[in-house]
């Protein structure tokens, strides 16, 4: 094995390390009884509302496979589509792009419906982009509605969050601008980078903060009416935090989503924040995983089949 093949589990195994240090500092006074008291007191209307953002939230992700295809000017259907993208992002989620890419799974997946590996490659590429367009768009919204938020984690002027609000939504106007200026492909060595059209850059800005709104909407229901803090701070605090897990290629955000949380809802009680945290990762992380290994495995063992006839057919071919 590289070095370079190494080095991203051992950040991630460090983030982990980190992570858990400091939360451990965090919690140490805390009883485990008063956390599960906390989970328990989380009521069946919330669970609900809960368990619709989760599932809102994988819809939208598997929306972003449909525009990257519709990009791609490529054709396939939505059951497999949403079956693929799902199974991508429960692993990823989970075990951290840095053990186990969702590349290989959309490569196994896609190349059966015969996409290239160049348009493979591409797709990816412009999740990972549309993603990060959520990401930015809903930095520079939460920084603009609350400009103190900030304020949770360092002690800076309230301008300055406004200021890079105001840098973030130029540079998507640029993007924007591109689209209806309908900029020239480029060819860099085997790929083709075209320029999204502009009605797959509009649903962009629909779909890319929509996933993350109904991600953030799961802690949100979660938290106990009478100390939830709103809806935009717990949205500001998640794109933090979900940003650091992923940077940090911590599998599931392991102590980093915990440590980003408790510092930015330090006047909610730690124990509701761990109570909705745990709700989060049972619907968003914990029964997704279980789903995606069941639909790999099934995918695998299907595959595996289908080579066999093919195999039995060479074999002895009808005369």
């Known amino acids: 094995m590289k070095w370079k093949d190494a080095i991203w589990p051992c950040v991630g195994l460090a983030a982990v390390v980190l992570s858990c240090w400091i939360l451990y ?155 209806f200026k309908g900029f020239r492909p480029r060819r860099i060595g085997s790929f083709v980078i075209q320029y999204p059209r502009r009605d797959v850059v509009m649903r962009q800005l629909i779909a890319a903060p929509l996933e993350i709104v109904a991600a953030a909407g799961i802690i949100y229901f979660a938290l106990p009416p009478e100390h939830n803090p709103g809806f935009v701070i717990v949205l500001a605090i998640f794109v933090v935090s979900f940003s650091l897990a992923l940077v940090s290629h911590a599998p599931g955000g392991l102590g980093v989503l915990e440590v980003t949380f408790l510092t930015g809802l330090s006047d909610v009680p730690e124990t509701s924040v761990l109570a909705a945290l745990l709700v989060f990762r049972i619907l968003y992380l914990l029964i997704p995983f279980a789903m995606a290994i069941v639909m790999v495995l099934t995918f695998e063992q299907s595959a595996m089949r289908q080579r066999r006839r093919a195999a039995a057919g060479t074999l002895n071919p009808r005369t």
Not at 50 to 77: F, K, Q
Not at 114 to 138: K, N, P
Not at 154 to 169: E, Q, Y
């Open 25 to 179: 500092k965090e919690v140490r006074g805390l009883s485990l009884d008063d956390i599960w008291v906390s989970f328990q007191n989380v009521g069946l209307s919330q669970w609900a509302m809960s368990i619709v953002c989760a599932l809102l939230a994988y819809a939208v992700l598997a929306y972003y496979d449909r525009l990257a295809l519709r990009h791609l000017d490529r054709h396939v259907s939505l059951p497999f589509v949403a079956a693929t993208s799902f199974t991508t992002y429960a692993l990823s989620h989970n075990i951290g792009a840095s053990v186990f890419s969702g590349a290989v799974v959309r490569y196994r997946a896609y190349s059966s419906r015969g996409l290239s590996t160049s348009e493979i490659a591409l797709l990816i590429a412009f999740c990972s982009f549309t993603f990060a367009l959520g990401i930015l768009v809903l930095t520079a919204f939460t920084q603009l509605a609350d400009p103190t938020m900030i304020r949770r984690y360092v002690d800076v002027d309230s301008r300055v969050p406004i200021g890079l609000a105001i840098v973030i939504i130029l540079a998507i106007g640029l993007y924007v601008f591109g689209s």
